[in-house]
Structures are given as structure tokens and as C-alpha cells.
T-cell receptor, first 115, second 115 residues
Framework: GENVEQHPSTLSVQEGDSAVIKCTYS??????FPWYKQELGKRPQLIID?????GEKKDQRIAVTLNKTAKHFSLHITETQPEDSAVYFC??????????????FGTGTQLKVEL | GAVVSQHPSWVICKSGTSVKIECRSL??????MFWYRQFPKQSLMLMAT?????????EQGVEKDKFLINHASLTLSTLTVTSAHPEDSSFYIC???????????FGPGTRLLVL
């Protein structure tokens, strides 16, 4: 099955700096890569996603890049703000039995934006 | 749009009892729903995938007789933890998606504590 590795596990940056989180996946059949932000005790919230036919996608301060050959993708957050502090999960989707796309999650990155 | 609710938000029960958790898609038809378990400071682990009107597909290592899943309609899936034990204490989160989109929308989660 799919295996997703995520680094770093914790990341501390100064407000206004950029943050980069990296993930690698194992199954070349994976074709959908979402990123979720989860605040303590809350539900994961989709912040950006990318499909395998695209190399890069940007939404305001957030961008994601995908390298299919190397099977890795990254989340870039620019001009970080304290409210960006949370746990971020990458995921890779592979079509499962019954037609439902199963998400395999990375281990998470605790981002702390310091004033 | 794309709102998913869960009920209850938290539950405390005695060892040996059964607990039912409901997951509802409020403004879209969820052809597929997923159930995850998340232990403290860990990632989301997929337990099972359920498609409306058919039996759930369980991930390896998840006991289907212990975690009963029913997806009787396009807006409701239920997870019943039977004969719960303290080791079943966790944060249970559902997600839902439509047939033709990969995006999964997560519920707020249910915190289960088994005494």
C-alpha cells in the first residue's frame, strides 16, 4: 500500500518568515495530494491540493509543488502569521476498492510561528 | 458548502458497552464516507471506507465485528464501537466525499473515553 513520509515533525519560524514542509510518497499510482491544517482538538481543514497533472499550485500565501518523478511534494507558506500555527498533514490519494479514493496521511508537522 | 457534522462530540462510557457515532453530510450527497482514528499527537489512521448502500471496506488490522459501520443513506454513516475497552479511547473522525470529486470534508470528530 501507499506510504507517505513527512518532514520535519516540528518547525518553528519567526513571524513573517517562510515555512516549508516536505512529503514523499511510495506509490506512483497516487494522483491527488491534499494538505490539511489541524488545530488542537479540531477537524482537519483542507488548505490546498494538487493533482498529478500539475506541477505547482498557489493560493495567496500558500503554494504546493509536486515532483512526480521523485515522488515528492512540498507545502510552502510565505509571510507566516501566528494564526498559521497548527499541525499540517500531507496526504496522497490512491483509488481504493468500491471507487472511494483512500487518503494516506503523513505523520504531521507541528508548525509554530513565533512573534 | 461541504459541511460534515458528527454526533456526539464527546462520549464517556464504561468498559464493555457499545457506542454509536453518527456522521452526516449536511449540504451534499456523500457517496463515500471514511472513518479515521487519531491518537494524541499522531496522524489520522484510516479504519474503513463505506459506500452508500454497500458493505464497508476495512483496513488491515481493523476488526469489522468490533467497529460496525453502516452507510444507509447518502447523508448518514454510523460507526458503532462494540464492547468498548479503554484501548479504544481515541478521537474518531469521519470524512465524506461525492462520487466525482477527490476532496474529503472532515467532521469535527468524536472524542471517546472508555473507563
Amino acid at each position: 500500500g501507499e506510504n507517505v513520509e513527512q518532514h520535519p515533525s516540528t518547525l518553528s519560524v519567526q513571524e513573517g518568515d517562510s515555512a516549508v514542509i516536505k512529503c514523499t510518497y511510495s506509490d506512483s499510482a497516487s494522483n491527488y495530494f491534499p494538505w490539511y491544517k489541524q488545530e488542537l482538538g479540531k477537524r482537519p481543514q483542507l488548505i490546498i491540493d494538487i493533482r498529478s497533472n500539475v506541477g505547482e499550485k498557489k493560493d495567496q500565501r500558500i503554494a504546493v509543488t509536486l515532483n512526480k518523478t521523485a515522488k515528492h511534494f512540498s507545502l510552502h507558506i510565505t509571510e507566516t502569521q501566528p494564526e498559521d500555527s497548527a499541525v499540517y498533514f500531507c496526504a496522497a490519494s490512491i483509488r481504493g476498492t468500491g471507487g472511494g479514493n483512500k487518503l494516506t496521511f503523513g505523520t504531521g508537522t507541528q508548525l509554530k510561528v513565533e512573534l | 458548502g461541504a459541511v460534515v457534522s458528527q454526533h456526539p462530540s464527546w462520549v464517556i462510557c464504561k468498559s464493555g458497552t457499545s457506542v454509536k457515532i453518527e456522521c452526516r453530510s449536511l449540504d451534499f450527497q456523500a457517496t463515500t464516507m471514511f472513518w479515521y482514528r487519531q491518537f494524541p499527537k499522531q496522524s489520522l489512521m484510516l479504519m474503513a471506507t463505506s459506500n452508500e448502500g454497500s458493505k464497508a471496506t476495512y483496513e488491515q488490522g481493523v476488526e469489522k465485528d468490533k467497529f460496525l459501520i453502516n452507510h444507509a443513506s447518502l447523508t448518514l454513516s454510523t460507526l458503532t464501537v462494540t464492547s468498548a475497552h479503554p484501548e479504544d479511547s481515541s478521537f474518531y473522525i469521519c470524512s465524506a466525499k461525492t462520487r466525482y470529486q477527490e476532496t474529503q470534508y472532515f467532521g469535527p470528530g468524536t472524542r471517546l473515553l472508555v473507563l
